[in-house]
């Protein structure tokens, strides 16, 4: 099989200051194979592919093509040794032609031989079955023909290797057919293709191989039709099948039957397929899914973050409207994102401001919170959240990840919700801060609050949640509580169902 091989990357490492993002990491690819690469947020995925395609500088290891030892010091030196990506974004000029997007930047401004290049467009987008023709606007095209023009660009760049990095996310069943197809297509020419994607039965219906990154580090390199679905998600998450299996089954959490504060049928936005929710007051209950499977798409509509669609919502029984989000929060309802940096914190601001933000969003710009009011607030939750602070006028970009989640969670706090929604609340902080917002959010349950929480980590969700909402490329595929709260019944289910 070793004169097969197209592309081997050996003991790979990548060093970034504090971290080491890639240890040790070998990748195979073989000729006229479709080879997918999977892990979860972090596992390196990325810097993988940006060392492979020289935006990264590898700190040790060695890259050979067909055999021969190469060094790649840029994308465009990565492109002409073969190595060509095709971008979940869609990086081409929607206002050209097919054909100029085509062949933009190797025309040498020789355009007296445009006829020439839609000649040669055409042949190639017919050699490939593609939908399209050479004259026409490429932002009229599908986004799955958009895809296609961009491999089309590559294929005619003689490309060896082709990674298609999450190709898939913005295409409907038809267009995802379309584009498996050309790939199928690709094989067969003996083209090597990476396939970066979070969609499960996606991979097993079009790879060869899958090669499974975690934290960094190679955890193997299986035979597609040899690994088990449900294998593939604990390999993953990082817990053995084995291993789940002696932690038991999960006692059913003692919840007293109480009223349903928010219900929604049909609910569904910009980024949310429609989808049913129900939670009721003092329950924690939980979204859980691999990255890309829906869970912070599905909380961010409820909150009205993406534009809403559709579907009905009822608060205590009673319908409302929620299309942004000042309407949730003044039902009630606060939302902690996933991105702190982005969607969360405003660094520059200090501890106070921050802390203070969506009060004074909900009582309008109008009634400004008074000086002494503010200072007030912040000391107390300051001391109530245990927050490690000079003091409250300390830019909140200077502290350290867990005590800028604590400012966030203190923002909501303060306005005394009765549905809060927590996503990734304990992404990238220390363990012990980790336990105190667990704690927290048992508190709160306790005393009367509704609680959403998300997190990657399954332990922690089992630890918190007394009922799981359990989704798969975007769509809710099983709802787990009581005994079959556990961790082997999680991934099962994430895995369509496989024993």
């Not at 290049?117 to 050699?127: F, H, P, S």
């Not at 998600?233 to 932690?247: C, H, R, T, Y």
């Not at 769509?475 to 709260?485: A, Q």
Request: one cysteine or more; hydrophobic letters at 40%.
């Amino acid at each position: 099989m070793q004169e097969n091989v197209l592309l081997q990357m050996s003991h790979i490492e990548k060093r970034f200051p504090g971290v080491l993002a890639l240890n040790n990491v070998d990748f195979t690819l073989r000729k006229g194979e479709i080879h997918a690469l999977m892990g979860e947020n972090g596992a390196g995925k990325s810097t993988l592919i940006k060392v492979l395609t020289g935006v990264y500088q590898m700190d040790g290891g060695e890259i050979t093509v067909e055999g021969e030892p190469i060094v790649i010091k840029s994308p465009q030196d990565a492109q002409n040794k073969g190595i060509s990506t095709v971008y979940q974004e869609i990086t081409l000029c929607p206002n050209l032609t097919v054909a100029e997007n085509m062949f933009i930047g190797r025309e040498k401004g020789e355009w007296v031989r445009h006829k020439e290049y839609e000649k040669r467009a055409d042949e190639i987008l017919t050699q490939l079955g593609i939908p399209a023709r050479s004259t026409q606007q490429l932002g009229n095209c599908s986004l799955a023909v958009q895809q296609m023009v961009a491999i089309a660009r590559a294929v005619d760049m003689k490309c060896k290797v082709l990674i298609l990095d999450e190709p898939t996310s913005s295409l409907d069943d038809k267009e995802v057919n379309m584009l498996f197809s050309l790939m199928r297509d690709l094989k067969g020419q003996g083209v090597g293709i990476i396939f970066v994607t979070h969609f499960l039965e996606q991979v097993y219906e079009v790879s060869d191989r899958i090669t499974v990154l975690r934290n960094g580090e190679l955890v193997g390199e299986y035979l597609t039709e040899e690994l088990p679905q449900v294998e593939l998600v604990s390999k993953m998450i990082g817990k053995e099948l084995e291993e789940l299996s002696s932690l038991g089954e999960t006692e059913e959490k003692n919840i007293v039957p109480s009223e349903v504060f928010y219900e929604a049928e049909g609910l569904s936005s910009s980024e949310a397929l429609p989808f049913d929710f129900s939670i009721r007051k003092g329950e924690v209950n939980g979204f859980t899914g691999l990255l890309g499977s829906g869970r912070s798409e599905s909380v961010r509509a409820i909150f009205g973050a993406d534009k809403v669609n559709g579907g009905t919502v009822k608060i205590k029984g009673q319908p409302v409207k929620i299309n942004k989000p000042v309407d949730a929060m003044k039902h009630g309802i606060g939302y902690l994102a996933e991105d702190r940096k982005r969607d969360g914190i405003i660094a520059e601001l200090s501890v106070r401001e921050n802390i203070i933000l969506a009060l004074q969003v909900m009582n309008g710009m109008f009634k400004p919170i008074s000086r002494s009011e503010q200072e007030a607030f912040a000391d107390e939750y300051i001391k109530v959240l245990n927050i490690k602070t000079a003091g409250r006028e300390t830019p909140v970009g200077s502290l350290s990840g867990g005590n800028q989640q604590k400012v966030i969670l203190a923002r909501w706090l303060l306005t005394h919700p009765d549905y809060l929604i927590l996503d990734e609340p304990t992404r990238g902080i220390d363990v012990g801060t980790k336990l105190e917002i667990q704690k927290l959010v048992l508190k709160l349950a306790e005393e009367g609050v509704s609680v959403t929480f998300i997190s990657s980590e399954v332990e922690e969700m089992l630890r918190t949640c007394s009922r799981l909402i359990v989704m798969r490329d975007r769509h809710i595929v099983g709802e787990l509580k009581g005994k079959d709260l556990n961790q082997t019944q999680v991934m099962k289910t994430i895995a369509g169902g496989e024993a």
